[in-house]
């Protein structure tokens, strides 16, 4: 069974910045795709970052410029850099792993964008 834990969600002051961090464990072999997405409340979720087994990444056009998703030293970590944050940044933010056919999911880690 493949598990992920996030960290790092908090409340911020518009302009500031957070760091996520995610975690995959169990019987996953090799790199696997990860991503971030975000879901707001009354909204559908919506994909944040991704970031491949060979490291390329893709960003959501809401956050292009101003969220890194890059990968730890350990397998299957992954980080979200959050910079210039934005009220409308407000979510839960999921991280996510692709394997084995599969997309498994975090519980999610709050984020507040509030002055």
């Known amino acids: 069974q493949v598990q992920l834990v996030e960290s790092g969600g908090g409340e911020v002051q518009p302009g500031g910045s957070l760091r996520l961090s995610c975690a995959a464990s169990g019987s996953i072999f090799g790199i696997k795709p990860m991503g971030w997405s975000r879901q707001a409340p009354g909204k559908q979720r919506e994909l944040v970052a991704t970031i491949l087994g060979d490291d390329k990444t893709t960003y959501g056009d809401s956050v292009k410029g101003r969220f890194t998703i890059s990968r730890g030293n350990a397998k299957n970590t992954v980080y979200l850099q959050m910079n210039s944050l934005k009220p409308e940044d407000t979510a839960v933010y999921y991280c996510?792993?692709?394997?084995?056919?599969?997309?498994?999911w975090g519980q999610g880690t709050q984020v507040t964008v509030s002055s």
């Open positions: 996510s792993i692709h394997y084995g056919g599969l997309q498994f």
